[in-house]
C-alpha cells in the first residue's frame, strides 16, 4: 500500500498561484496514475487533474488552463500547480494514486489516497 502525504495548501487572494506536492512513499512511484481531486463543503469530490506513468494528462474544464499537474519520478512526487486561482477553487485538495498506472478521472479507479491539503482564494 503506498502512503501520501500532500503539502502545499493554504490561503490566497483571488489571481494568485500555489503549488501543491503530493510525496509518495512504499511502492514503485513511476509505475502509478496519479490524480488530483477536491471537495468544497457541502460538495461531492470531483476530479481536477490527472497524470499517467507515461505523462499523459488530463483536466477538469473548470481548471484546464490554469492548473498544471506534473510528476517528478526521482523524488516520488507530483504537482499540481494552480495559477489565477478562484474563490471557486477552495477546498480541500486530495491526491490519489492508481496502480494500474493509466490517467483517470475516475475516483473509484484510484487505490490509495492522501489526507487532504486546504485551499482556500479569498474574493
Known amino acids: 500500500q503506498v502512503q501520501l502525504v500532500e503539502s502545499g495548501g493554504g490561503l490566497v487572494q483571488a489571481g494568485g498561484s500555489l503549488r501543491l506536492s503530493c510525496a509518495a512513499s512504499?511502492?514503485?512511484?513511476?509505475?502509478?496514475?496519479m490524480g488530483w481531486f477536491r471537495q468544497a463543503p457541502g460538495k461531492e469530490r470531483e476530479f481536477v487533474a490527472t497524470?499517467?506513468?507515461?505523462?499523459?494528462?488530463y483536466y477538469a474544464d473548470s481548471v484546464k488552463g490554469r492548473f498544471t499537474i506534473s510528476r517528478d519520478n526521482a523524488k516520488g512526487t507530483v504537482y499540481l500547480q494552480m495559477n489565477s486561482l478562484k474563490p471557486e477553487d477552495t477546498a480541500v485538495y486530495y491526491c490519489?494514486?492508481?496502480?494500474?498506472?493509466?490517467?483517470?478521472?475516475?475516483?473509484?479507479?484510484?487505490?490509495?489516497w492522501g489526507q487532504g491539503t486546504q485551499v482556500t482564494v479569498s474574493s
Open positions: 490519489a494514486a492508481t496502480y494500474t498506472g493509466y490517467a483517470s478521472m475516475t475516483g473509484s479507479n484510484y487505490n490509495s
Open positions: 512504499g511502492r514503485s512511484f513511476s509505475a502509478f496514475g
Open positions: 497524470i499517467s506513468w507515461s505523462g499523459i494528462t
